[in-house]
Each structure stands twice: as C-alpha cells, then as structure tokens.
C-alpha cells in the first residue's frame, strides 16, 4: 500500500502528459477528396459520369460530390450493392435532372460540385462545314470560332471542334443526344432528279447559232412499263472527255480539272481478245470478249408511292459507271424495273447479260425462281442473302458476309504476331454462353494455328482493368480481340486499353466493322490503341478516285454520294467490265480475276452449288498520329 501511494504522483503525471500530447489525440478519419470527373458516356439513351473510384474513397462522398444519392449509384451499377465499391474500379455516376428539390435541401460544397461544362466536343465528318455544325448544337458559326481561336470557317475531317454550351443535368443530356454524330455510313441525303427525256437527241447549250449546230444521239436506255408506271433513267450521253468541271468554278482561268481514272477497266485489253479462240486451259474454255453489256437493274423503287432513297442513289452510282465505262470505250445497256410495279417476267429477264438485285432473300429467290438459273443474278446489298449460294446455281453474293471478317482477322492477327507476343480473345459473358462474334474468331484464330487466352467478363467486370491488365504481359505486345458487338461493352475495352497503354503496357487492340458505327467510342481512343478493325466496306476520302467519283456525283446530282451510290458504282463496273472483258464465259472468269472498287473489293469463291461469294475483307487501321489507313 505504501509503494502505490509512492508511485500514484508519478502515474497522474503521466495520464495528464498524454491527454495534453498532440501526438496520441483521438484521430479523427477524413475521406479522401473526390474529383468530378469530366468524362462521359451515354447508355441507353442516358448520360453518366465515368468516375474511377480512388482508395478510400466512400459511395456517400461520390454521392455527395455528384449531387445524387447512393440509391442514384447503386440504380445506375447494377451488383454494386453486393460487391461494395472497390479501388480501381470504374462507376457510372447519374447527371443531375429532376433532382431540384435535393439540390437545394443539401447542396455539394463549392470545391466538389459538378461544373456545367462550357462545351462539349464534336469530331467533323467528312460531308460537315461548320454551318451544318452550328445548327446542329443551335449555336453560331462565330461562336465556335472564337471558342477554338479560329480565322476562317474551314474546317477539316476528324477535326475537333469545342462547341460553346449552356445548362446542366436535363439541359446538358439533351445537347449530348444532339450530339451524336451522324453516323458517316448512313446519312440520308436527296436523291438525283431522274428527268423523263422524250428526245434522245442532245443539244450543245454553247451553240447558237443553229447553222453550226451537230446534234449527238445516243442510245435510248430500256426500261419496262410495268403497270403503267414507268421508271426512265436519264440518257447516258457519249462523252469524249471524261474530264469534269467543277461547276463552283466560273473563271475558266482558274479551273483544275478532275480526272476520272479508270478503277480496273483497260479499253485495249477488254477488246483484245475479239475475234480470237484460245486453248482450254483448267477452267476455261475460251473466252470472247466484247467492247459492249446489257444488264439489268431490279430493285423497289416504290415509284407509285414514295421514291426510297437507298435505291435511288444505288441506281444514281450505277449510272455513273455506266458513264465512266462508255467514256473508255464499253459501252453500256441499262434495263430498270421497278420491283414494287411488278416483277418482270422471265423471257424479258433472260435478255440480260446479268441482273443486278433485288436486295432481300424473298425477293432475290422469286427472281431466280423466274429465271431458272439461265441468267446470273447479282446480290448487291444484303449480307443475309449469302445463304442463297448453297442452293441456287447462278447466284453471286456481292456483299462479303461476317464470317468472312472472322477468317480475315485472325489471318491478320497470324501475321501480326512475334515471339514474346501474347494474343487475348476478349469477350463478353452473356446466359447463353458465348456469343457467336466469339465463336467465330475463336474458330478463326484456331484454324490459322494461333495460340490465345480468353478472358470473357460481364459487362460489370469489364468496366475495370485489372482482369485485363492480370493477363496482359509488359514484354512484347499484347493482341487484345475485343469480340463483343454491344457498345457498352466495346466502349469499357477501348477506354482500359487505353489507361494500360499509359501504364507502361504495349498493346493493339483488334475488332469487327460495327466498331465504327458506336455513337459513344473516343475517336481519339482509338487511335491511342491503334485500332484494326476489319470490314466489308470503308471508303478513303484521301483516294483521289474517290475524290474524283464524289465531285462527279455532286455536280450531276446536286447531293453528297451515300454509301449505297458507292456500292451501285463499284458492283456495276466491276461486273459489267468482266462482261466485255470475258464475254459469255464471264462468270468463270471471277475465281481469278479480282477487282478493288472506291467502297469494296472482289475476290470470290465458288460453292458446291456452281453459285459464287464474295470473300473480300478490307483491313483498316488507326494510326497514333491520327490518320486513318487502308491497310489492305
């Protein structure tokens, strides 16, 4: 008792040295700062903030940074509530609409609340100015230009603009939805004025005197009545220049003039073998060609109600090759029925070199019911009708089909790959296993003797990198296949390959043609990863045949050329030059001869049915320094 009493001063002097010591206070905990991230996406028609979560920090501070409420969190993040929040995770966070009432009762702090941005950006397509993009986000041209410091009103492709905008929350998603970029394949545009000429005579508007004038006639083009409506086409006049003027171009001093060079036709060669007989040599026997081709052109037109302006411009990229080829000496009979008047019947069918449509299976196959087989038919847009080359003989599918992109993306993968270099097939897990993109390269990647991993995620887990990251290597490069066709999923691949690349990992990622048609893809994205993609089609505005066939278009028609006057272009040249170049033995002739269009490729293959398909693949890449190349 005496020894406590002896120590108890020194005890009370020590619990008053620790209370007072700043060094053993009661430690409170402080969150870690939220940052309002700026970069968005849209699913579903909404619009979310992308945020990355950081460590330590909560659902109620991202909540309370963002203006919403955990429930807004967990609405938005499907299985969030089950798996808690976790570092390095990626989290969609609500924009802020019809939540006026929260706002006001508990507002964010000045430092964390999300700022309306004061613009939103906008990549040019090719057929835009900056007055179509000043109408579209309702701003002015000179708005836009003092906003991105420019001198002048020119624009150019894949330019981004920042694009001046007003509002929050409902205001802001609504300008984003505005937003979404026409997408460059489909805009509509008008189609060409198709004039009823009653006098294939054609006068010269330069002459006027009438002594000096010689008048030009050409061949009237064929086309069936069919209940009583009639479909004529303009004439196609002989051109001996195939030089266009632009018609902008007033001082005769100042104009350039456009060459249109000739895609795979040579004159010489398509009527050098006139007249002449060769040996049967493997498939063929010989061939006679001729300097001339008479096809017809089968399609709905709807010229009784409403003109479709698909087919319309299909037709109008037709005529332009009939055009082009009669100025290189092949010389062109176009027969056009209107498939919603009528279809026409055999006998009138069978006088055709080749029929060129109708699009859909049904139709397709009553046309070769028609003719039974004694005249090709051609396929000209629909993917789906390839199933009718395993039943019909005389049958040629022009669009190359899906599987087709398989096969050439795991040939480009094959040749990509080095030692040390590692393959990832990327998929997405849905209830009915695997879906058939992944099927098919994975098939694909086998037949070519690649070796891969796989790594299939929900569409929660490939919001994050680290599954991704887990498998990827930091030596050689990591081939990374994203074989998912949803945007959302696509939209979280591009988006973590990118952040792996800035985490020191070498990677290239590989993907299928719809790629390119998502509204919500980072264009600069995917230039950062070095996207391939494989595809049927992708016009290069760089080409000068493209440039030259796209002023062509503009000065006859009067309208930007869609991608289906594209492929009337490309599919009527290519077919009617192996025409005059082959003659009767002009179907053979396409399992060696190819043909590179402005839109598409030929390169077919014959079915066990005598049918033919095109297999032709354009490889596509986006380089780092932002160009766009046609690899192949």
Known sequence: MLTMKKHLPILLWTVLCLIASPAVKAQTYTPVPVQVSQEKVRLNGKVYYSHPVLDRQTLFGIAKAYGVTVDDLYAANPGLKETGLKKDTIILVPTASGQQEAATSEAPSRETQPQAPTFIQHTVMWYEDIEDIAAQYGVTPQEIMDLNGMRSKKVTKRQVLKIPVKGTGAQLAQVQDKAAPVREETKPVDPPVIPKIADPVIADPDITSPTDFTPVTVDKIRVEKAKAKEV???????????????????????????????????????????????????????????????????????????????????????????????????????????????????????????????????????????????????????????????????????????????????????????????VILLSEKTPGGANAAATGIRNALIDQGVSFETLSLTQAEGRSSSHLSAMMGKTGTSRVIVASEREAFVVDAIRNISNLRGQGYNAVMYALSKVRTFDTVDGMLMHQDNLHIVSAYYIDYDNPKVKAFASAFRALYKAEPSQFAFQGYDTARYFATMVAKYGNQWTKALLREEGQGLHTDFHFEQTAYGAYRNTAIRRIVYNKDFTTELAR
């Open 232 to 422: 004529l086409p303009p004439d196609l006049p002989e051109l001996a220049d195939p030089v266009i003027a632009d018609p902008e171009v007033t001082d005769p001093g100042q104009l350039v003039p456009i060459e249109v060079d000739p895609m795979t036709v040579d004159p010489a060669k398509a009527l050098e073998t006139e007249g002449t007989e060769e040996p049967a040599e493997g498939i063929f026997d010989w061939f006679k060609g001729r300097g001339t081709v008479e096809m017809a052109l089968v399609l709905p037109f709807n010229s009784i109600g409403s003109t479709s302006e698909t087919n319309m411009d299909f037709y109008a990229g037709v005529l332009l090759a009939l055009r082009d080829l009669e100025a290189e000496g092949i010389k062109g009979t176009l027969n056009v029925y209107d498939l919603q008047a009528g279809a026409p019947s055999g006998l009138e069918l069978a006088k055709n070199d080749f029929i060129l449509g109708p699009i859909s299976t049904n139709d397709l196959t009553s046309i070769l019911e028609t003719t039974g087989g004694k005249v090709p038919i051609v396929s000209p847009l629909d993917q789906r009708a390839a199933s009718l080359a395993n039943s019909y003989r005389g049958f040629i599918q022009a669009p190359s089909a899906l599987d087709n992109q398989y096969t050439e993306l795991a040939a480009w993968i094959a040749a990509d790959t080095k030692r040390g270099d590692k």
